[in-house]
T-cell receptor
Framework: GENVEQHPSTLSVQEGDSAVIKCTYS??????FPWYKQELGKRPQLIID?????GEKKDQRIAVTLNKTAKHFSLHITETQPEDSAVYFC??????????FGKGTHLIIQP | KAGVTQTPRYLIKTRGQQVTLSCSPI?????VSWYQQTPGQGLQFLFE???????NKGNFPGRFSGRQFSNSRSEMNVSTLELGDSALYLC????????????FGQGTRLTVV
């Protein structure tokens, strides 16, 4: 089945700086890659997603890039703000396994 | 429109007991997926139901089962509970599963003692 690795597990950045979270996947048939944000005590919420026929997608301060050849995708957050502090999960959809999630990145925005 | 609703929010059970969790999806959504969330393992896929049929299944023992009703509401059952089953159980609904956006419920926090 699909296996998704996510790095780093914790990321601390200064407010206003950029943050990058990286994920790799194993199943070359995977074709959908969503990113979820989970604030403390709350449910995960989709923040951006990308399909395998696209290399990059942007939504205001958030962007995701996908390299199908290398089987990795990344989340980029620019001009970070305190409300960006949360746990971020990447996921990949492939085969019959449903969505396979990475183990999460705890993003800390330092004032 | 109403979001995904999970009941109960919290449960405490004893080892060996069984438990049933409920998930009401967003109106019009036919796919419901279940996930187990633990600090060490993150979010792990349990199974997906679509139109009352199990469509996908993760790598969990047979003690974990589920079903979906004609109104798309879904239940998850765990029999012979073990201490390691303590976790947050999340369900997510989407229009048709696959690459359509999944909306999560607040989860049910299960503690096995």
């Amino acid at each position: 089945g699909e296996n998704v690795e996510q790095h780093p597990s914790t990321l601390s950045v200064q407010e206003g700086d950029s943050a990058v979270i990286k994920c790799t996947y194993s199943d070359s048939a995977s074709n959908y890659f969503p990113w979820y944000k989970q604030e403390l005590g709350k449910r995960p919420q989709l923040i951006i997603d990308i399909r395998s026929n696209v290399g990059e997608k942007k939504d205001q301060r958030i962007a995701v890039t996908l390299n199908k050849t290398a089987k990795h995708f990344s989340l980029h957050i620019t001009e970070t703000q305190p409300e960006d502090s949360a746990v971020y999960f990447c996921a990949a959809l492939g085969g019959a396994d449903g969505l396979t999630f990475g183990k999460g990145t705890h993003l800390i925005i330092q004032p | 429109k109403a979001g995904v609703t999970q009941t109960p929010r919290y449960l405490i059970k004893t080892r060996g007991q069984q438990v049933t969790l409920s998930c009401s999806p967003i109106s019009g959504h036919r796919s419901v997926s279940w996930y187990q969330q633990t600090p060490g393992q993150g979010l792990q896929f349990l199974f997906e139901y679509f139109s009352e049929t199990q469509r996908n299944k993760g790598n969990f023992p047979g003690r974990f089962s589920g079903r979906q009703f004609s109104n798309s509401r879904s239940e998850m059952n765990v029999s012979t509970l073990e201490l390691g089953d303590s976790a947050l159980y999340l369900c997510a609904s989407s229009f048709r599963g696959g690459d359509t956006e999944a909306f999560f419920g607040q989860g049910t926090r299960l503690t096995v003692v």
